[in-house]
């Protein structure tokens, strides 16, 4: 009798420590349902439905199925402007931040005096705000700024541009100011990724005798394949929503030149009072980043599911 109820005395411990621990655990689980699960399926019934808030309630509103979501692929040529110009400035983005970092992270893998110095200089730009940024950028800009009293210094007197006046100088300004914002997470991301290549396979690359540039691009980026490509994706997430930047630098100007997907979205809701139309917008921008991020992942996904 005793070793029995010696026996099943941690039985009922560990019973009741599991009970207490799921029961704390509750309070966590509402708060996540509520904050995160009850406004997105609020706003998946809102973008079937017609309603805006001069209607009166959301639960009054006409049903009307898919026609909010058929209207914006197939109808809405501002939406699927939107989209392509997100996708356009989003490319040229990701591949100069891509190029930058990789320079920057080849060039600080050697020593070199202020090292360290230089190292926090470059990671500065990623920790401010990005409405700070495209503040920034905004007077950097200007007709009398900086960078057209660079541009007369070096070119000339005729070399200045209107820089938010018409579309071309509008996304290469945009372009600016997110690369020179997001390519230190770039840098950083690849410099770790090169700290962590294994030596081996360079040593027995050059002791087979492959050159510098050889053992870079046959040993060093295949290793870091997967590094790359979770940059990409990390970064790609972030450049989809690609908003503050643009709305302090452009409004979406000059017209709708530059007007990312998210900057549309936001003029549907809070501009046009379209909220359940632009719920539908979100929902197909939300699908579509999965489906990217989906694609992006798939050369790595068993590398990095199975740890290998």
């Known amino acids: 009798m005793t070793q029995t109820a010696i026996g099943t005395t941690p039985d009922r411990k560990g019973f009741s420590n599991q009970a207490i621990a799921r029961i704390f655990t509750v309070p966590g689980q509402v708060v996540s349902l509520l904050v995160l699960v009850m406004p997105l399926l609020v706003a998946l019934y809102m973008s079937f439905t017609d309603w805006s ?12 199925g898919f026609d909010n979501y058929s209207e914006l692929l197939i109808w809405d040529t501002r939406f699927i402007y939107a989209v392509i110009r997100t996708l356009l400035i989003s490319g040229i983005c990701l591949c100069l931040e891509f190029t930058f970092g990789l320079g920057l992270a080849v060039l600080f893998l050697r020593r070199f005096r202020g090292k360290s110095v230089l190292f926090s200089a470059f990671l500065t730009p990623m920790m401010i705000l990005p409405v700070v940024v495209g503040y920034i950028f905004w007077m950097l800009f200007q007709s009398n700024g900086p960078v057209n009293q660079m541009l007369e210094f070096v070119f000339g007197a005729g070399a200045t541009l209107d820089w938010f006046r018409s579309a071309a100088p509008a996304i290469v300004a945009v372009i600016v100011t997110e690369v020179w914002h997001w390519t230190p997470l770039f840098f950083l991301i690849l410099l770790s990724g090169l700290n962590s290549v294994p030596e081996n396979p360079i040593r027995a690359a050059v002791i087979l005798g492959a050159n510098p540039s ?3 691009w046959r040993v060093v980026m295949p290793t870091l394949k997967p590094v790359i490509i979770v940059a990409f994706v990390i970064r790609a997430m972030e450049i989809i929503k690609l908003f503050d930047e643009v709305f302090m630098l452009t ?5 709708s030149s530059t007007e990312t997907i998210s900057l549309y ?17 979100a929902f197909l921008v939300l699908v579509g980043s999965l489906l990217l991020v989906h694609l992006l ?11 290998k």
């Open 214 to 216: 050889q053992v870079f």
């Open 53 to 64: 808030p001069t209607r009166g309630s959301l639960f009054d509103a006409s049903f009307v």
């Open 265 to 281: 979205i936001y003029k549907l809701a809070f501009n046009d009072f379209q909220l359940a139309y632009g719920a539908a917008a």
């Open 297 to 307: 992942l798939a050369p790595v996904r068993n590398q990095l599911l199975e740890g």
């Open 251 to 255: 409004r979406g100007g000059p017209g």
